[in-house]
């Protein structure tokens, strides 16, 4: 019989020809499945669950409701080749879904995260250049981490200054136009990446290994400036800590745009779908949630609708 790993890595691939992005996911399910083995179990079971949610450090019901919902996704894709296997109901864990707050950047921490970026340490400099670049970029274009990791050269195109995203989060493909100061760095970049590497590569992102940054070697990279920054506190034994996240340079990104709409008199409702598309949004409803997670941008919603509700009574 084989391993519930090595069948998770069938269910992985299947699940990538798709376009599914499951970089979080796919860390959790190898450590249920680490431990399946260790135990010598051959079937997901509930039971095999719960052990594993007994032993798998400590969280709130919201995190371990979502670990939930990706074991019964394996599951569920398991079943099918393995009747013995028991995918575990919903109800097993209830969560209350809940997407964090925003934490919002400043164009000077932004600022400063970039050159901080540039100046973690390697043998030659190239960590720096590719966290410094890699995290303004995502600043300056509102890509999700796993977008902008998965660039490959041909994605990049700085003659035209647009990126082609290919399998996004909703499954679909756009293209993000880049402003003049955003191609210029990566020209810079892929300039001082090429010297150090040669030109024989397919991704556009690489450590000095000449592999492609990995989704949580990114993160360690950004909460390492961030602590040096004081954006987090310090950690022993390299521990990422809480604070503010790298996604959080897409939501500044999106935020500070739709602030700018009402402070030039723009009409939000006919600007969100463009938003909505520029984001790899599937709906501008997801768009319209950073209204309602900011309090200045629901402010100035509040403050427009109450000008348009004077205006009509006054007709």
Same mark, same amino acid.
Request: proline share 1%.
């Given at each position: 019989m084989a391993t &519930? @790993?090595?069948? &998770? %890595? !069938?269910? #992985?691939?299947?699940?990538?020809? *798709? /376009?599914?992005? #499951? $970089? @979080?996911? %796919?860390? =959790? &399910?190898?450590? *249920? @499945?680490? #431990? =399946?083995? =260790?135990?010598?179990?051959e079937h997901v079971t509930v039971e095999l669950f719960l052990r594993w949610k007994a032993q798998y450090g400590h969280a709130d019901n919201n995190t371990w409701s979502a670990r939930l919902g990706m074991v019964r996704g394996f599951a569920t894709w398991l079943q099918g080749l393995d009747p013995q296997t028991e995918v575990p109901p919903t109800g097993l864990i209830v969560g209350k879904l809940r997407r964090s707050k925003p934490y919002i950047y400043s164009d000077e921490q932004i600022a400063a995260i970039v050159g901080e970026a540039a100046r973690l340490p390697s043998a030659y400099g190239l960590r720096g250049w590719t966290c410094a670049t890699l995290f303004g970029l995502i600043a300056t274009t509102g890509l999700r981490i796993n977008e902008a990791l998965a660039l490959d050269a041909r994605?990049?195109?700085? %003659?035209?200054?647009?990126? @082609?995203? %290919?399998r996004s989060k909703n499954g679909r493909s756009r293209v993000v136009p880049l402003a003049d100061s955003t191609t210029a760095r990566l020209l810079a970049y892929r300039h001082e990446r090429d010297r150090l590497l040669g030109t024989d590569h397919r991704a556009f992102f690489? *450590?000095? $290994? /000449?592999? !492609?940054p990995s989704d949580c070697s990114a993160r360690y990279n950004f909460a390492q400036v961030c602590q040096h920054l004081g954006l987090r506190?310090?950690?022993? *034994?390299?521990?990422?800590?809480? /604070?503010p996240r790298i996604q959080d340079l897409r939501h500044s990104l999106a935020v500070k745009t739709i602030i700018d709409w009402y402070r030039c008199g723009l009409d939000p409702d006919r600007e969100m779908p463009k938003l909505s598309a520029y984001l790899g949004h599937s709906k501008p409803e997801h768009t319209y949630w950073y209204i309602e997670a900011v309090p200045e941008l629901l402010e100035l919603a509040a403050e427009r609708a109450e000008r348009s509700l004077a205006k009509g009574v006054a007709q």
């Open positions: &519930l @790993t090595a069948a &998770l %890595e !069938r269910y #992985l691939a299947v699940r990538r020809a *798709f /376009g599914v992005d #499951l $970089s @979080t996911a %796919e860390r =959790a &399910l190898r450590k *249920f @499945t680490a #431990l =399946a083995d =260790a135990e010598g179990a994605h990049v195109d700085l %003659e035209q200054s647009v990126l @082609t995203i %290919e690489r *450590f000095e $290994s /000449g592999h !492609r506190d310090p950690q022993r *034994f390299n521990r990422h800590g809480r /604070g």
